[in-house]
C-alpha cells in the first residue's frame, strides 16, 4: 500500500510561481509512473505532468514551458514546480503513482494506482 501526501497549494496572483510537493509512504515493488492531475471546478480530472517508467517527463500542451516536474527517489518525493501561473491553472492537483506492490505483480503486468488527497492551488489577483 501506498500513502501519497500533497502540499504547497496556495493563492497566487498571475504571474507568480509555486511548488508542489508529493510525499509517499509504504512499500511497493516498483513505480513505473509518478504524475500531476489538476481537477478545475465543474471538470474532469486531467493529467498535467507525469515522469513515466523510462525517466522521460511529459507535460499537457497547456503547461509546456511553464511548470516542470521531478523526482527525488531517496526522498521519496515528487514536486511540480509552476511558474508564470495563470488563472486557468487554478483547480485542485493530485498525485498519482502507478506501482507494482509484488514480483507477481511485475510478471503479471499488474498495476495500482494510489492518489493523494489533493491541494488547491487558486491563481488570481
Known amino acids: 500500500q501506498v500513502q501519497l501526501v500533497e502540499s504547497g497549494g496556495d493563492l497566487v496572483p498571475p504571474g507568480g510561481s509555486l511548488k508542489l510537493s508529493c510525499k509517499a509512504s509504504?512499500?511497493?515493488?516498483?513505480?513505473?509512473?509518478v504524475a500531476w492531475y489538476r481537477q478545475a471546478p465543474g471538470k474532469q480530472r486531467q493529467l498535467v505532468a507525469a515522469?513515466?517508467?523510462?525517466?522521460?517527463?511529459k507535460y499537457a500542451d497547456s503547461v509546456k514551458g511553464r511548470f516542470t516536474i521531478s523526482r527525488d527517489i531517496p526522498k521519496s518525493a515528487v514536486y511540480l514546480q509552476m511558474d508564470s501561473l495563470k488563472p486557468e491553472d487554478t483547480g485542485v492537483y493530485y498525485c498519482?503513482?502507478?506501482?507494482?506492490?509484488?514480483?507477481?505483480?511485475?510478471?503479471?503486468?499488474?498495476?495500482?494506482?494510489?492518489w493523494g488527497q489533493g491541494t488547491q492551488v487558486t491563481v488570481s489577483s
Open positions: 515522469i513515466v517508467d523510462d525517466g522521460s517527463s
Open positions: 509504504g512499500s511497493v515493488f516498483a513505480v513505473y509512473t
Open positions: 498519482k503513482h502507478e506501482t507494482a506492490l509484488s514480483i507477481d505483480d511485475l510478471q503479471q503486468g499488474r498495476t495500482h494506482d494510489y
